[in-house]
């Protein structure tokens, strides 16, 4: 286990995110309010740089009482979206909205003396 | 910035957001890590894309007739520049998924130097992904079978052929082309096989499965023999059209784009077999393009049982319909890979160790790499090699360097002997 500094807690705005090297290994830094989530920059899908793509709301789609439905519209949850195909992950479970066994590695992340500090494996 | 370098570990450096002015390098970053991998594999990709609306006035210029081609040249003053004459319809194109893929949405990093941007392009990504040679084929094109003037298709067609073999081809030894058939003009379809059968670039003849003309007419009989006297192939590439009256039942891209790839080559795929085209041109192969593989085994079994109980409606067959579909050759991408179960009996159905040809489909957003066959747990590593570029090899006739047969490398003397090159160090 290794730990690396990447970045001052503030220079990552509220919803921002941003992506680390250490040559051997890459990693994306996810702010939500206070928290921090860090994920391996490594799509499972095949390999492609899912924390450089974009984060989107997550769609949703609601029924009314009839069950049909009222549409889409997004929702609070936000995904980041591989650059290379399209798949989406909740950047705050890492998780594929369609099937959970698709998720990102997490990298163990904490805020030292203003500072982010990544535990990286190996 | 000197903030950052204060609070950062030595070493560590930060990754730009990919948009749609990122290098093509930078983007295949990842893949580029698996293509050191297979330097010493043959990796030939029979399917990837240029973007030719961002080249349409160069294309354009290349009309033969006078007055399609000032038709197309006086959409140049328009607002927006649409790209004259052609019947796509930009506003329903949502492969980007609405800004969520960047390189699907515009190709729009700097290009420069002595190739022209196109051709760059194409080199970017044939060295990101490991790949020996690409064959590169059009976009926006492949609903151009869809448009309601025939002689349109053929002067566009023609257009495009002339633009990319003569224009772009001799810029880059490792591009090759199947040439667009106007396929809706017969005779022009002709005319286009007779002026590039014999050209080193062009690897075979592109019918684009898009549009609902019935393969077995008699106005094609001329169209195949020439193709099979080239002993170069005929491909269907596949594609989608969300104006079909089926397909507008669908009511997302996702559904209609996973269905319109197929139906489109199953309907030409019935026809084909059922007509005995197999058996009216012996010698002429096909490769079915971008329609995945999941389809296959379903359209053999299918024709099958329906041919033994009907067999007096197919009299030219002297053998089961799913006989002649083995010999065939298909385009791995996209393939269907969430269950290997599945995927392994299509694998045999298809005899894909020799009939499969690794595809990328390249800039597009559902594109494969190599690593798709690479990582298959179930074929051994030469029928990786044969799906990945020798099956190609054969079928293109493209020249395998020694070092990459996969096979145990011969002496100096013994290479000589057989005429095969020195492997490069």
Known sequence: MTDVRVARFDEIADGDHRVFSTGKREVGVFRVGDKLFAWENHCPHSGGPVCQGKIFPRVEEALDDEKKSLGLKFSQRRNIVCPWHGFEFDIETGLHPGDPDVRLRKIPVAVRDGDIVLTLPG | ?425
Not at chain 2, 49 to 74: C, G, K, P, T
Not at chain 2, 143 to 150: C, S, T, W
Not at chain 2, 264 to 277: A, D, F, P, Q, R
Not at chain 2, 300 to 306: G, I, P, T, V
């Open chain 2, 1 to 425: 910035m000197a903030d950052d370098a204060t609070s950062r570990t030595p070493g560590v450096f930060e990754l730009p957001k990919v948009d749609n002015a990122t290098d093509t390098r930078d983007l295949l970053a990842h893949a580029a890590k698996d293509a050191n991998a297979l330097k010493d594999h043959f990796v030939v990709d029979v399917d990837a894309h240029l973007s030719e609306f961002a080249f349409w006035s160069e294309i354009v210029d290349r009309i033969d007739n006078d007055v399609y081609r000032q038709m197309a040249q006086s959409f140049r003053n328009r607002a927006g520049s649409p790209p004259g004459l052609m019947n796509a319809t930009p506003g329903m194109l949502y492969q980007d998924m609405f800004g969520r893929i960047p390189h699907q949405q515009r190709l729009a990093e700097k290009t420069g130097g002595e190739t022209h941007a196109m051709v760059t392009l194409v080199q970017r990504a044939m060295d990101s992904m490991g790949i020996d040679y690409m064959v590169v084929l059009p976009t926006p094109m492949l609903v151009l079978g869809m448009h309601p003037q025939a002689e349109i298709e053929a002067a566009l067609g023609g257009a495009f052929n002339k633009w990319m073999v003569e224009d772009m081809l001799p810029q880059e030894k490792r591009m090759k082309n199947f040439i667009y058939l106007p396929f809706n003009d017969p005779p022009a379809a002709l005319r286009e096989v007779e002026k590039y059968a014999h050209h080193p670039g062009v690897v075979g003849f592109m019918v684009t499965s898009t549009r609902y003309k019935p393969v077995h007419h008699d106005d094609y009989m001329k169209l195949y023999a020439a193709i099979e006297a080239s002993g170069k192939p005929i491909t269907f590439h596949s594609g989608f059209h969300w104006g079909d009256e089926s397909m507008k039942q669908c009511n997302r891209f996702l559904s209609m784009h996973a269905i319109s790839f197929v139906y489109y080559n199953i309907i030409h795929m019935t026809n084909w077999v059922i007509n005995g085209i197999p058996e009216r041109f012996p010698k002429l192969k096909s490769i079915w393009i971008e329609s995945g593989l999941a389809w296959v085994p379903f359209i053999m079994q299918r024709l099958d049982s329906e041919y033994m109980m009907r067999t007096s409606e197919a009299p030219l067959l002297k053998r089961k319909p799913s006989e002649y579909i083995r010999e065939m050759y298909f385009t791995t991408q996209p393939m269907e890979r969430e269950n290997l179960k599945l995927l392994e009996a299509t694998f045999e159905a298809i005899n894909a160790e020799s009939q499969l040809l690794y595809a990328s489909d390249w800039p597009h957003w559902d594109f494969d790499l190599p690593n798709s066959i690479t990582q298959l747990p179930f074929i051994n590593e030469q029928q990786k090699r044969n799906i990945l570029g020798l099956n190609a090899a054969k079928l293109l006739n493209l020249e395998v360097p020694a070092h990459k047969l996969g096979v145990p490398r011969p002496g100096p003397a013994a290479m000589a002997a057989q005429g095969l090159a020195p492997a490069a160090e």
